[in-house]
């Protein structure tokens, strides 16, 4: 999961304010209208699945300044119906490819939230406890990545002399 980024942010604002979705507005049932705009966001939006869900970081009204006021909330390309069913589109889009150097096989895009107005999501976990909770759901993708890492690095010297006796039996059959 990518860190989520405003662009231009602005530099009196507390270094959290760059992260942050503006402050999104609780309709009062579970909902809250979301608004802003991420850049560097990978695998924002693509075709490799029905939906995708967005852990986005925001500042509800009545938040803490600082980290302690960010709140995470989920919200999904397309809205679920009651049912399981996908319903209709939401108001989150992708506006741009970003070009990047290094990796380049994953599709890393800028988001827009709420550009009709009309972006919904439902808040993750305890109010202002967004910045805590992205930070372990980073570290338990980190965790999965180390483990897989050390699965290959174990499996790596069997692999290669399996693949050594099988090219020697090739080499030694007759033609």
């Not at 980290?67 to 108001?91: C, Q, W, Y």
């Amino acid at each position: 999961m990518d860190r989520h980024h405003e662009p231009h942010p602005n530099r009196r604002r507390a270094p959290t304010s760059r992260r942050c979705a503006r402050k999104p507005e609780p309709l009062g049932d579970g909902r809250y209208k979301i608004t802003g705009q991420k850049i560097f966001i990978t695998y924002g939006d693509h075709d490799l699945t029905d939906n995708i869900v967005h852990l986005v970081l925001a500042r509800l009204p009545d938040a803490p300044e600082g980290t302690a006021g960010i709140s995470m909330f989920l919200v999904p390309k397309f809205h679920v119906n009651e049912d399981g069913s996908l319903g209709a589109r939401n108001d989150a889009h992708c506006i741009k490819l970003e070009e990047k150097m290094g990796l380049h096989g994953s599709p890393t895009c800028v988001m827009v939230y709420g550009d009709k107005g009309e972006c919904y999501g439902t808040l993750l976990g305890e109010e202002h406890k967004g910045l805590r909770n992205m930070f372990r759901h980073d570290e338990r993708g980190a965790s999965r990545c180390r483990r897989a890492r050390r699965r290959h690095c174990r499996s790596a010297p069997s692999s290669a002399r399996s693949l050594m006796r099988r090219s020697e039996s090739r080499a030694a059959r007759p033609v």
